[in-house]
């Protein structure tokens, strides 16, 4: 399997709950290396940008708001098969399906206040690294 990269977001209700420790414990124990991370506040702008995929669907509004509502926790993760092996420690979108041992499981409010974010392929993976980080602040 091969070593991956992907991007990860500890979003603003987990941060207001101070779980961003708790978060990365959980993604350390998967085997995941926490190889760059910052923590910001986005403007509207900002997260309207970060979520453009997203702008035609219903909760686009609510999602942006949401995402500015706080800081979040911008990280790179580093380790073989990554990006699926992250989208597995996260659990579901909604945290009602979600499995057990999951971050949304544990620690999600709801469907959009659900704790982390997570590139769901190889291409949004370097969109999303690239949209949040340098190559000089990724030090694996
Ligand atoms: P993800 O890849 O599991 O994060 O899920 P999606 O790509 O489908 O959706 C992106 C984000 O939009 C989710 O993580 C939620 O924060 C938010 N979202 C998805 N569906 C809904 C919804 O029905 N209502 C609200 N308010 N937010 C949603």
């Known amino acids: 399997m091969a070593i991956q990269r992907t991007y ?3 979003k603003p209700d987990a941060t207001a709950r101070n779980l961003t420790g708790a978060i990365n414990a959980k993604l350390e ?6 190889i760059a991370q910052k923590r910001l506040w986005l403007s509207k702008a900002q997260a309207e940008r970060f979520y453009a995929v997203h702008r035609e669907r219903p909760f686009f509004d ?3 708001s949401f995402m500015s509502s706080g800081p979040i926790v911008a990280q790179v993760l ?3 098969n990554a990006i699926a092996k ?13 499995a057990p ?8 409010l709801s469907i ?3 704790s982390v974010h997570g590139s769901d392929g190889e291409d949004t993976a370097k969109e999303e690294i690239a949209f949040f980080f340098s190559g000089l602040e990724i030090v694996g």
């Open 8 to 10: 990860s977001m500890i």
């Open 29 to 34: 124990a998967a085997g995941l290396r926490i």
């Open 62 to 64: 609510e999602l942006t």
């Open 78 to 80: 580093e380790g073989e």
């Open 86 to 98: 992250n989208r597995e420690v996260m659990g579901a979108t909604n945290p009602a399906d979600a």
């Open 101 to 108: 041992g999951t971050i949304r499981k544990e620690f999600a």
């Open 112 to 114: 959009g206040e659900n």
